[in-house]
């Protein structure tokens, strides 16, 4: 059964940092475009970041420069670790398995718009002013 599994959300003051961790269960993330994307109430969901195999990144602007995205192969692991922070930034966040090629073709794009091999079940992130 193929699971991912999100934690580390919260709740933190503007200017603040959390960092998100998720755990892939039955897949083999350097075989995947792995990655990223938010779903504030009420809007549409918008990729974050993407990694792919090789440790190539891509961010979505309004996170570049204060978003970090990782993986630890050995661990099977991907993080998000998220600095600066503002209330903008306040959704759930889903951790997402895309088909490998799209990180070339569309990198953090890709989990809001192709089928996705997997998704976590999410983990709140809110930020107040």
């Known amino acids: 059964q193929v699971q991912l599994v999100e934690s580390g959300g919260g709740s933190v003051q503007s200017g603040g940092s959390l960092s998100l961790s998720c755990q892939a269960v039955?897949?083999?993330?350097?075989?995947?475009?792995m990655g990223w994307f938010r779903q504030a109430p009420g809007e549409e969901g918008e990729g974050v970041a993407s990694?792919?195999?090789?440790?190539?990144?891509s961010y979505k602007d309004s996170v570049e420069g204060r978003f970090a995205i990782t993986q630890d192969n050995a661990e099977n692991t991907v993080s998000l670790q998220m600095n600066s922070l503002k209330p903008e930034d306040t959704a759930m966040y889903y951790c997402?398995?895309?088909?490998?090629?799209?990180?070339?073709?569309?990198?953090?794009?890709?989990?809001?718009?192709?089928?996705?091999?997997?998704r976590g079940q999410g983990t709140m992130v809110t930020v107040s002013s």
């Open positions: 990694i792919d195999s090789s440790g190539d990144t």
């Open positions: 039955g897949l083999i993330i350097s075989n995947h475009c």
């Open positions: 997402a398995a895309a088909p490998r090629e799209f990180c070339a073709v569309m990198g953090w794009g890709a989990f809001t718009h192709v089928p996705l091999d997997a």
